[in-house]
């Protein structure tokens, strides 16, 4: 049995759904169901007894005690955070609550259950961290890629509250000796990603016939990966990954934000032609740029690679292709969140 936190969410939820698909050991998913949450994602395990949702905080210690001690997880992985960069700037505090203070008491929660566990359990246990490349800052055009030794120079209070949270995890490692293994993942696409975000965004509004703002000049790096494969990373790293070590995942797919629009818009004009018969850039818009936003953000992934012998299975052209025609064939779930009919079926279902 493992405990996954925040598998509601975009990524979270991809990884329950893998890791169902990949094997027999049940999971205890425990998420607050945020704004972000969607147990729509989760329809298809509702029937299955080694998938068990939990609703609830992870800041919350005596929910996490009666879950630890009920369940007695081998592992934990901890997705849930607060998420989206624009969100952290017009109101920081929900950051601070679930990323930094949450995870501190996540860590306290793990530590007592696992002090309390029989040696055997006690070596075999793992606390695997997920975060992100944005806790290294912005890079300049000519900047090698971010590797595990790069400092931490978070720029946006988003990644300042995922850099505490991975500085707690470090220190609960060093001081108390905590199995832990963190993850640091570049920018993920793939199926169930919350339309605020850049690629379901520009999908979305395409097919409605909506402007596709565009950021400034567009002309911001980010480095893509599929959410299959940082799923595939993450059981990778929770199978062999060194204890106290930090893992970088990505795909080195450097993309221009224009660039991966203008992709999106080329796909869509193929597989969905608009029925005027223009393009689907005939919507880009450029809009103000964030304030603070990063350059460039990119992941040297070779440790990942070299040590534990992990490999994307998709490049960002066979990635971007499969995530549109997800959009396409799965405007049910898209209708649902940006209706928010998926919090009447959650209510419904799960009574949450
Ligand atoms: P998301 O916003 O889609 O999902 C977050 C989930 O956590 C939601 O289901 C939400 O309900 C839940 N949650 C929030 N606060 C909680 C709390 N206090 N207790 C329990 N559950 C809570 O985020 P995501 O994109 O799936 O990201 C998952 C993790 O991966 C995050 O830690 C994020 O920092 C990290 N990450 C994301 C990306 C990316 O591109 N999306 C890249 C690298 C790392």
Redesign the pocket.
């Known amino acids: 049995m493992i405990l996954v ?8 939820s991809n990884f329950v759904l893998d890791w169902l698909a990949n094997g027999n050991e049940a999971v205890v998913n ?5 704004y ?3 147990l729509d994602t989760l329809s298809s395990l509702k029937d299955n007894p080694k998938h068990i949702f939990i609703h ?4 919350d210690r005596e929910l996490m005690a009666r879950l630890l001690s009920t369940h007695r997880p081998r592992a934990i992985i ?7 960069v624009d969100r952290s700037i017009h109101g920081p505090s929900d950051f601070i609550q ?1 990323n930094v203070v ?1 995870t501190f008491n996540l860590l306290e929660s793990t530590r007592a259950y696992w002090n309390d566990l029989p040696e055997v359990d006690k070596t075999a246990f793992r606390f695997l961290h ?4 944005e806790v290294y800052g912005t890079l300049d055009a000519h900047d090698a890629p971010f590797c595990e030794s790069n400092r931490y120079e978070p720029n946006s209070p988003y990644s300042a509250s ?1 850099a505490a949270s991975d500085h707690l995890v470090r220190a609960w490692h060093h001081t108390y000796g905590l199995p832990v293994l963190t993850t640091n ?4 696409y793939g199926p169930y990603h ?1 339309p605020e ?1 850049l690629i379901p965004l520009v999908i979305l509004n395409a097919l409605a016939g909506k402007p596709l703002p565009i950021y400034g000049d567009g002309q911001q790096v980010r480095d893509w990966l599929f959410v299959k494969d940082h799923c595939s990373a993450i059981r990778r790293v929770l199978e062999a990954g060194q204890l106290g070590e930090t893992y970088n995942v990505g795909g080195w797919n450097e993309k221009t934000n224009l660039d991966v629009v203008h992709t999106i818009c080329t796909l869509l004009d193929e597989l969905r032609p608009r029925a005027d018969g223009k393009g689907y850039a005939e919507q880009i818009t450029y809009v103000t740029d964030r304030p603070g936003h990063d350059r460039r953000y990119a992941i040297d992934a070779r440790k990942l690679e070299h040590h534990l012998g992990w490999k994307p299975a998709e490049t960002f052209e066979t990635g971007i292709r499969k995530t549109v025609q997800w959009y396409l064939d799965n405007q049910d779930w898209t209708h649902h969140v940006t209706s928010g009919q998926y919090r009447e079926w959650t209510a419904k279902h799960y009574g949450a």
Do not use: M, Q, W
């Open positions: 936190t925040g598998g509601a969410g975009f990524i979270g425990l998420d607050k169901l945020t972000a949450g969607n609830g905080d992870i800041g901890n997705f849930a955070a607060e998420s989206h679930t949450g997920i975060s992100t490349d995922k993942c570049s920018n993920n919350f975000k």
